[in-house]
């Protein structure tokens, strides 16, 4: 692989952070890797392995020169400077949502549709949302075997997806409770703490919330089959890392749960734990969080539907839910050169 320079957008964030160690874990060939955020952590330093690394603004940058840059600094933040670093040559992997429609920007998780990211006229490849990565990492397998016709999925997603503020509120606020102090929301309309939130990301006129659609959205993108029916719920729950998300799935050709593990066992990114027995499945704390897999348990037939399955997804968010795959996705851009 060619040795790069490499900028990462949004350092000083959850998935910023979390981009840097990927990127110092996995030995990315970097030649050079830039740290930038906004002014106000200008000349802060963050963590990039052994080593630590200065902190530039990002609207004083020039991104001449960058040949990947990893956004995650927020929609607004890529709308403006993607196109930028593009247009100065660089290849951008974008975290956010803001080009995650848009038929020139390929939608790409590592495992399931890596020859997408091949024709990306803007130069900006986009990386999925947290949810829908998880669930594509596990359900691709099944799709290609048995055809996915529907899905219902509800969520359990941890406050980290939110950002750094969100982790501080969740503390903050359990902390708090337990010395009989009130809970203040301030980033979530409502208590995080001891609570569970049936809410993410902006409400539409159809009743569901932006967070609802994009598992939406994006599943059929990334399966490449408009007919997928998605159902989704998504519940914000008081979980610092890991999201988890329980899902049920009819297939054209029946399939079963012991073909299901099966395929699953075999499929890259996952690891199936998967025993009829307290504590033989999947939790955020006990196997997720600060892990790469996705994690599959509790996979079971549907006693009431024909060729319909249920299955218990979880991972780190964070990690293949964004930083991991984004740094993926950048491995696989870097072995073109
Ligand atoms: P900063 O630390 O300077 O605010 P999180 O999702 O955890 O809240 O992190 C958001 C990331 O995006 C942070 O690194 C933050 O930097 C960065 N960011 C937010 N707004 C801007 C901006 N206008 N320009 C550059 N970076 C930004």
């Given at each position: 692989m060619k040795k790069l320079k490499v900028a990462v957008v949004g350092a000083t964030g959850a998935v910023g952070e979390v981009m840097l160690a990927v990127l110092a874990e996995r030995r990315f060939p970097a030649t050079e890797v830039v740290a930038l955020a906004s002014e106000r952590s200008a000349g802060n330093e963050v963590a990039f392995g052994d080593d630590e690394l200065l902190v530039q603004d990002l609207a004083g940058?020039?991104?001449?020169?960058?040949d990947i840059a990893l956004f995650s600094a927020g929609g607004s933040v890529s709308k403006e400077y993607a196109p930028r670093f593009a247009a100065a040559g660089a290849v951008v992997i974008d975290n956010s949502s803001a080009f995650r429609q848009d038929p020139d920007v390929p939608l790409v998780v590592a495992e399931v549709n890596?020859?997408?990211?091949?024709?990306r006229p803007r130069g900006i490849i986009a990386n999925p949302n947290c949810s829908t990565m998880q669930m594509m990492v596990a359900l691709a397998p099944l799709h290609r075997a048995a055809g996915i016709e529907r899905i219902n999925v509800s969520t359990y997603q941890s406050v980290s997806g939110t950002g750094r503020r969100a982790l501080e509120e969740l503390g903050r606020q359990t902390a708090g409770l337990l010395n009989f102090h009130s809970a203040e929301p301030e980033v979530y309309p409502v208590q995080i703490a001891f609570n569970v939130i049936p809410h993410g990301g902006d409400f539409l006129d159809n009743g569901y919330t932006t967070e609802e659609m994009k598992l939406v959205w994006e599943t059929r993108r990334i399966l490449g089959d408009e007919s997928i029916a998605v159902n989704a719920t998504v519940v914000r729950v008081p979980v610092f890392y890991g999201h988890s998300e329980a899902v049920w799935i009819q297939t054209r050709e029946p399939l079963g749960a012991a073909r299901a593990r099966e395929l699953l066992r075999a499929a890259p990114g996952v690891e199936v734990v998967d025993e009829p027995v307290p504590g033989g499945y999947p939790t955020p704390v006990t196997h997720a969080s600060g892990r790469d897999p996705v994690y599959v348990g509790r996979i079971r037939e549907d006693l009431s539907q024909a060729r319909a399955l249920n299955l218990w997804i979880v991972a780190d968010n964070i990690r293949k839910g964004a930083a991991l795959n984004a740094v993926q996705l950048a491995e696989l851009v870097a072995a073109e050169a």
């Open positions: 940058f020039d991104p001449a020169g960058v890596p020859q997408a990211l091949r024709q």
